[in-house]
């Protein structure tokens, strides 16, 4: 009888599939092709460019050598040290666009950090429109930024602009129409345009690091007589400290190097008080043609840029581990 049954399963149950060494192979090999079309890209997109801009700045490169690369004289260190050497004309300049463009970041970084927590926190609670609102709030963030950047430009016109129509015939602030372009209002007018098109960004990401927090903790606070900006202080802000930590570091690289915004707003020359280290490192390129020295200067930022986020990793994994401990 038992052996009836096995017969019976043997006739009835079909036998286990074989895997054949070229299946195994396949599902072995399929994630890296499936990742070969992005390397490619990224490849051709920065680090081959980059790469090139390296070599460059080690060449004598300029107009008379842009129909042949080869034949352009090494430089050396000779276009760094004529980048650092802030006794002559070009150093002073990149100096001064340093300190602009710090303040520049450091001031974006902050408003757009602060106008996109407050706009977070404020549509955290359901209610009825909630969903339009965080849409209207994130406009400014999926238009292009020429787009965003030219709508500005329009604004900030003296005699025809948006903002002098307001401040000089609606609300009387003042009896001239200033400058907004041009002079020291440039300064005023490059924050405003990109912490308009920044803080959104900063309002999508910790929009997201709040649905995370749980629900019962605020009800428990509340049931322990906390208020909301306790609420806020004990809860919301050390929940979302490590979204913070990635968020402040994405705006940083992204201000720091922005050229889109200033570009557009002011051209190919800046006013003083708002050349950026990009506006400056394009006209040392692309203006006074020395691509030498202007890769030279890209290279710079680069490293400079390298070692903040190196320290500043650094630091927030320690403020973790000292949280967490």
Same mark, same amino acid.
């Not at 450091?106 to 955290?124: D, H, K, N, P, Y």
């Given at each position: 009888?038992?052996?009836?049954?096995? =017969?019976?399963?043997?006739?009835?149950?079909?036998?286990?599939?074989?895997?054949?060494?070229?299946?195994?192979?396949?599902?072995?090999?399929?994630?890296?092709?499936?990742?070969?079309?992005?390397?490619?890209?990224?490849?051709?997109?920065?680090?081959?460019?980059?790469?090139?801009?390296?070599? =460059?700045?080690?060449?004598?490169?300029?107009?008379?050598? =842009?129909?042949?690369?080869?034949?352009?004289?090494?430089?050396?260190?000779?276009?760094?040290?004529?980048?650092?050497?802030?006794?002559?004309?070009?150093?002073?300049?990149?100096?001064?666009?340093?300190?602009?463009?710090?303040?520049?970041?450091?001031?974006?970084?902050?408003?757009?950090?602060?106008?996109?927590?407050?706009?977070?926190?404020?549509?955290?609670?359901?209610?009825?429109?909630?969903?339009?609102?965080?849409?209207?709030?994130?406009?400014?963030?999926?238009?292009?930024?020429?787009?965003?950047?030219?709508?500005?430009?329009?604004?900030?016109?003296?005699?025809?602009?948006?903002?002098?129509?307001? +401040?000089?015939?609606?609300?009387?602030?003042?009896?001239?129409?200033?400058?907004?372009?041009?002079?020291?209002?440039?300064?005023?007018?490059?924050? =405003?345009?990109?912490?308009?098109?920044?803080?959104?960004?900063?309002?999508?990401?910790?929009?997201?690091?709040?649905?995370?927090?749980?629900?019962?903790?605020?009800?428990?606070?509340?049931?322990?007589?906390?208020?909301?900006?306790?609420?806020?202080?004990?809860?919301?802000?050390?929940?979302?400290?490590?979204?913070?930590?990635?968020?402040?570091?994405?705006?940083?690289?992204?201000?720091?190097?922005?050229?889109?915004?200033?570009?557009? +707003?002011?051209?190919?020359?800046?006013?003083?008080?708002?050349?950026?280290?990009?506006?400056?490192?394009?006209?040392?390129?692309?203006?006074?043609?020395?691509?030498?020295?202007?890769?030279?200067?890209?290279?710079?930022?680069?490293?400079?840029?390298?070692?903040?986020?190196?320290?500043?990793?650094?630091?927030?994994?320690?403020?973790?581990?000292?949280?967490?401990?």
């Amino acid at each position: 009888m038992a052996t009836a049954t096995r =017969i019976g399963r043997s006739a009835t149950t079909p036998p286990a599939p074989r895997r054949r060494p070229w299946a195994r192979t396949r599902r072995t090999w399929l994630p890296y092709l499936l990742l070969l079309p992005a390397v490619l890209f990224e490849l051709l997109v920065h680090v081959i460019p980059m790469l090139v801009g390296i070599w =460059i700045s080690f060449e004598r490169l300029t107009q008379f050598f =842009i129909g042949d690369w080869g034949a352009a004289p090494g430089a050396g260190l000779s276009n760094y040290r004529f980048a650092l050497d802030f006794d002559n004309a070009v150093g002073k300049a990149l100096l001064h666009s340093f300190g602009i463009t710090l303040a520049f970041t450091v001031l974006v970084v902050g408003l757009s950090w602060l106008l996109g927590t407050g706009a977070a926190v404020l549509l955290q609670d359901p209610f009825r429109g909630r969903g339009l609102l965080r849409t209207y709030f994130l406009v400014p963030y999926a238009l292009p930024a020429y787009a965003a950047a030219i709508t500005w430009e329009f604004m900030f016109q003296r005699d025809d602009g948006l903002v002098n129509h307001v +401040l000089v015939h609606q609300l009387h602030l003042t009896a001239h129409a200033p400058f907004w372009l041009i002079g020291n209002n440039s300064f005023a007018a490059l924050v =405003i345009t990109a912490v308009w098109r920044t803080w959104p960004f900063a309002f999508l990401v910790v929009t997201a690091g709040l649905q995370n927090i749980p629900g019962d903790l605020y009800e428990a606070a509340a049931i322990d007589g906390a208020g909301v900006w306790q609420r806020i202080r004990r809860i919301t802000m050390p929940s979302l400290r490590p979204v913070n930590q990635v968020l402040v570091l994405v705006l940083f690289l992204w201000n720091f190097n922005d050229f889109n915004t200033p570009y557009v +707003l002011f051209g190919n020359v800046a006013p003083p008080q708002a050349n950026l280290l990009s506006l400056q490192i394009y006209d040392t390129s692309f203006q006074s043609w020395n691509f030498g020295s202007g890769s030279a200067m890209s290279v710079l930022l680069l490293l400079f840029l390298l070692v903040v986020t190196a320290i500043y990793l650094l630091v927030t994994g320690r403020g973790r581990k000292t949280a967490d401990v």
